[in-house]
């Protein structure tokens, strides 16, 4: 037997307490219950969607099915393929309203944090309020303006009510005070660059983060709302996927048959979301990495 030999970076380590390891635990425990809560549901969706009308309420909750491939060939015929008109439409809210959104939150934000101009706070506080008032709130309202312009029932009573995000603005405000350096903006400005370029080709490649934040923050919530779909429009042609599922979901109480279509609709309608995250996760993580390399 070798005798035990004491370094002196082992003996200056000190003694890991049991306590110390069991309260680590707790953060672990915390994350994985929300974790459980949150992947739960979508597992439920995932194996509901894989029943037929007839294994749907017989089989247990999570066992998988037999009749996705039937479900997704039911849903695709249901009314000559409605179901794929409401994704395009939840498409083109999401899409071009985020993109719009984020292109006013970079132009609001930009002047906001790198320009000093009378008003500035008191614009910037009337942003802040905006920001705590529930978007609930403004959807009567912005149905009775929109009526009395014509457009209610309309793509641009969706598109419109979009466009302005508060907390994009006040997002992109803070961002572009801490990552663009007024030192470069006034380097630029000395160069002869116009303020249009300026902000084109200098500030907003430095905000991109957040201005990805800005659009993805803003196309979870219009794909997901529902009120204001709810409020404006009365074609169900241009109905998105929360309203026309919504429809289904009603006429299920009449014709249980319509179920499995809601529930395959509903794994469909999470899709995109996802694809989505991924795809701009990997923006982020570029963006982090080319920080590192220029720090």
């Known amino acids: ?34 974790a459980l809560y949150c992947l739960v549901p979508i597992a439920w969706v ?31 015929a249901y009314r000559d393929g409605i179901y794929w008109t409401w ?57 009775l303006l929109l009526s009395k312009m014509g457009m209610a029932d309309s793509y641009w009573s969706m598109l419109l009510p979009s466009i302005l995000s508060p907390y994009g603005v006040y997002l992109v405000r803070i961002y572009a005070a801490a990552a663009v350096p007024a030192e470069l903006l006034e380097a630029a400005r000395m160069d002869g660059a116009s303020e249009w370029r300026i902000f084109s080709r200098i500030a907003v490649p430095m905000m991109m983060p957040g201005l990805i934040t800005v659009f993805l923050f803003q196309f979870v919530a219009i794909w997901n709302n529902f009120l204001l779909p709810y409020v404006m429009l009365a074609d169900d042609t241009k109905f998105p996927l929360t309203l026309g599922l919504y429809t289904l979901l009603a006429q299920g109480a ?8 809601v529930i395959t609709g509903c794994l469909l309608a999470i899709i995109p979301l996802i694809a989505l995250f991924l795809v701009i996760q990997r923006f982020w993580s570029l963006d982090l990495l080319s920080g590192s390399v220029k720090a």
């Open 1 to 34: 037997m070798t005798p035990l030999t004491l370094t002196a970076d082992t003996a200056a380590k000190p003694p890991v307490k049991s306590g110390a390891r069991r309260t680590a635990w707790v953060p672990t425990l915390v994350l994985i219950l929300g």
């Open 46 to 76: 995932v194996m509901a969607a894989t029943k037929d009308r007839s294994e749907l309420f017989s089989t247990f909750t999570f066992a998988p099915g037999t009749g996705f491939f039937d479900n997704l060939s039911e849903l695709t």
């Open 87 to 143: 994704m395009g439409n939840s498409a083109l809210y999401a899409g071009f309203g985020a993109l719009l959104s984020a292109a006013v939150s970079a132009g609001g934000g930009y002047a906001l944090g790198r320009f000093a101009f009378r008003g500035r706070e008191f614009i910037f506080k009337l942003i802040l309020a905006g920001v705590l008032v529930p978007s609930i709130v403004l959807t009567v309202p912005q149905y």
């Open 254 to 261: 009449s014709q249980p048959a319509l179920y499995t279509l």
